[in-house]
C-alpha cells in the first residue's frame, strides 16, 4: 500500500472513529490532510530517518503515525485504552510494523528506556504544557520536537524557570503555531 493510500485510508478511519469516540475536535474533520497530516509530518524534515521516535500522548496518532506513515520508527505511548485500540486498528489497517503501541503512562513507560543512549526523540502534539512535558522527560536527555500552539514563548519562559534546555523555534506552515525543536537539556 502506498503512502497515498495509507493516508486515504487513514483519513477513513479517524472519521469512522470519531463517531464513536473524541479522537480530535469535530471541526477538524473537514480538513484531515491539512489540519492534521500535513501538521504532523513538519517534523519529519527535522528528525533524523535512524532516530527512534517515542510520541507522547499519541491519541488520535499525531504526529506518531503519521511519521510512521512516512517511514520513521515509532511509538505511540498511549494511556487511555480506546484510543490505543484507535491506534492498533490503524497500525494492522495502514501495515505499519515500523509503528508500536503502548497503552501505558508515560512516567511508567519511561523508567523502561535508558537515559541518553541510543537514537531516541521525543515528540508530541498538543498533549501538555512544555513544563509538564519536561517534567516527564528532562531527565533522559533526549532531543524534543514539539507542535505547539501560539502561547508558546509563555511556555518556554515558564519552563526556563524550572528546566535549562537549547532551542530552536520555527513558525508552522500550515497555521498559527510553532515546531519547539529542544536540543539539549541541562
Known amino acids: 500500500m502506498d503512502t497515498k493510500v495509507k493516508f486515504e485510508q487513514y483519513a477513513k478511519l479517524l472519521k469512522e472513529w470519531s463517531k464513536k469516540m473524541n479522537l480530535v475536535a ?5 480538513d484531515i490532510e491539512h489540519r492534521h497530516f500535513e501538521d504532523s509530518a513538519q517534523l519529519a524534515k527535522f528528525i533524523s530517518k535512524d532516530a527512534n521516535i517515542i510520541d507522547l500522548g499519541s491519541g488520535a496518532g499525531f504526529p506518531g503515525v503519521v511519521l510512521a506513515i512516512l517511514g520513521f520508527n515509532v511509538t505511540c505511548i ?16 495502514l501495515e505499519l510494523p515500523n509503528l508500536s503501541i503502548v497503552n501505558d503512562r508515560i512516567e511508567k513507560y519511561l523508567t523502561k528506556i535508558p537515559a541518553n543512549t541510543g537514537n531516541f526523540v521525543f515528540t508530541a502534539r498538543a498533549f501538555a504544557h512544555l513544563t509538564k512535558i519536561l517534567d516527564y522527560v528532562a531527565h533522559k536527555k533526549y532531543r524534543l520536537f514539539l507542535l505547539k500552539g501560539r502561547e508558546i ?3 518556554i519562559s515558564l519552563a526556563k524557570q524550572k528546566y535549562k534546555f537549547d532551542y530552536t523555534l520555527h513558525p508552522s506552515e500550515t497555521g498559527d503555531g510553532f515546531i519547539l525543536c529542544i536540543n539539549k537539556i541541562y
Do not use: C, V
Open 78 to 93: 498511549e494511556s487511555i485504552t480506546k484510543k490505543t485500540k484507535f491506534l492498533e486498528e490503524l497500525k494492522k489497517q
Open 153 to 155: 514563548n509563555n511556555e
Open 26 to 30: 469535530p471541526s477538524t474533520l473537514t
